[in-house]
């Protein structure tokens, strides 16, 4: 920090393949941004060296912080947390947290990736709950949907939090001007809805934020809308269904080809473009999710992550380093809550978090 | 009733092109059941005579009653049953409860159908809410996911009975042997989820039901899963999603065609495939979705409804009037009551539906 180059820690026992893949996605990452940022990779320095050794390195800006220890994608995330204080994780976290690195990225534990980063980073203020929210392409461009999975019970105020937090992450990183923001929900009435959700929209609607109003499950891929904001448990459901299509279609176009010799004859040929498509709009591309509303910046990866998901995980991690997005987050919602009282606005901030 | 073949309501000015489609549906209903049953069309007399003056009906047990007022799409669903008390969504109903037909079918407003079925044919005995359900294809066979957009705020026991009558329903009419049911959650682990999901899975446990435990986003297009429950916000969330998968695959195989001209001389094969594969499991051979837990039967399809739809609808509510599905509904729950008292079981029953 203080330099201009960010540092960036690599988590080097957080996926599945670690720590081949990190050290591999290091060096494509150091490669590709021509020594634009420097990486430490932090876990079992013996195992780390022995891949560094095995590659092409000199003149790349690569060190080795040891950390004995491993949480595994098994461990209860804050027993893990408590329980190994060096593991990479909690070992790689610190040295953000101390101001030696500028960001964090881990394919582990995403549950104690997100504790630690909450945890050891602390929260932005003014954040009530930190989130993570899950990218979807598009018909057009991508749409950010958050919560997708951390709060599974949310307050009104922490959708409102999620929708100015994905708001700014949308102009900053997707670089859209103004992200239309919609509240996800049953029906486009603003009297729809739970209770949560109607107070939410309240929120929403008297926000500075380019609100769309109330969004249906079918407004996530058309490109129109640029953040969805919802619940954990409703974002989890929508990301895990959407993550089934893939594997449904090729067993469906399956069954349709075995009806006729002539279908089966097209099958590999739609097959083969379908899974082109599904190629362009991978996982790989996105370069993992960020801890959204925590002091730091921390992006947490699939844990079959490849090389080249950790290379743009790591591209991501250097571009949030220098983004500012926390002091926005901060700012925003500083001016929400003297906006509101100008307003007198009735709805009640959450007595805690 | 009384006699050995069902009478079915249609409600001839339920849809978006009443009463033409549902003229065409019911006379295409008798045609291929070889008047198995006999319908009644309810509506404005006139305009029905209409289109029945143009068909060939000669010998089909088709009789109109007549209803001058027509609910509208736009119609707020319980302001409407009370001003249009000669709607033919209401004249229809009160025929079915009355015992002068076994069986009510709509492609209109609905909330509105959902609102009179619960109000003029009432709630089975033991259900707290009447619910509505959608049938997914999956890689192998069809899967209920309940409830889909009816109960946006469930306690528990509604979850339970959700899923007592979707087994019910996945058994009697899908042909499933022991229906597997799982409870729509962010994981697996039952302390996964908010205290409702978590309660929820507590009372179906405990139930004589073939629960498989908590389920995510992903098993609903398996095939794994016959019954999926969860509360009407996710449900609908996932509904509509899923709704909208088609049209956003076909913008991006598009996108994907236009960057070679390989790929667009493929195009249209490709899309052509696909698009057989969607209508392989388009909503009009569901024949509609049936309102759960109302002393009767209701069918409610889709605004856009053509005559086929509205066939399938009418062959489908005629095979639930003879299934005595409501009986089976009842005394699972009468059972499960007697059976958790003599657990001991601690989850108290809700006071109010």
Redesign the interface.
């Known amino acids: 920090m203080g330099s201009s180059k960010p540092t960036i820690v690599v988590d080097a026992m957080g996926g599945d393949f670690a720590p081949a893949n990190e050290v591999a996605g290091s060096i494509l990452g150091l490669q590709e941004s021509q020594n634009a940022f420097s990486i430490v990779l932090v876990g079992k320095e013996e195992e780390i060296q022995k891949h560094l050794r095995g590659a092409e390195i000199a003149g790349l800006p690569i060190s080795v912080v040891n950390a004995p220890e491993v949480i595994t994608m098994e461990d209860s995330p804050t027993a893990a947390l408590k329980q190994k204080k060096d593991s990479s994780l909690a070992v790689g976290m610190n040295l953000h947290k101390e101001g030696k690195a500028d960001a964090f990225v881990s394919a582990g534990n995403t549950g104690a990736v997100l504790s630690a980063s909450t945890l050891i980073l602390g929260r932005v203020k003014g954040v009530s709950r930190p989130t993570i929210g899950a990218f979807f ?4 461009g991508v749409c950010l949907l958050v919560d997708a ?1 951390t709060n ?2 949310c307050r009104p105020q922490h959708l409102y939090e999620f929708a100015v937090m994905g708001s700014i992450y949308a102009k900053k990183i997707f670089k859209y001007d103004n992200p239309l923001v919609g509240l ?1 929900n ?1 029906g486009e009435e603003e009297s729809k ?3 949560v ?1 109607r107070d939410a929209y309240k929120l929403l609607k008297a926000s500075r934020l380019n609100f769309a109003g109330n969004v ?7 490109g129109r809308i640029q953040v969805v904001v ?1 619940d ?3 974002g ?10 893939p ?3 090729k ?3 399956k069954s ?1 080809a075995e009806k006729n010799i002539l ?1 089966k004859g ?1 099958l590999g ?2 097959r083969g ?2 899974k ?2 599904f190629k ?2 991978d996982y790989e591309e996105y370069g993992g999710v960020p801890v959204l509303g925590v002091n730091g910046v921390s992006i947490i990866g699939h844990g079959t992550s490849t090389p080249k998901a950790i290379k743009n995980m790591i591209l991501k991690a250097a571009e949030l380093a220098t983004a500012d997005i926390n002091k926005h987050i901060e700012q925003t919602l500083a001016d929400s809550v003297t906006h509101r009282a100008l307003a007198g606005d009735t709805i009640s901030m959450p007595a805690h978090p």
């Open positions: 392409p598009t018909e057009k999975g599974v019970d996800l049953v809805g739970n209770e959700v249906e499950g079918r407004d996530v891929l058309t919802c954990g448990f409703v989890n459901a929508i990301l895990k269904f959407a993550e089934s299509v594997s449904f279609l067993a469906r176009l349709y279908r097209m040929l739609v473009t379908l082109a498509v362009e709009m």
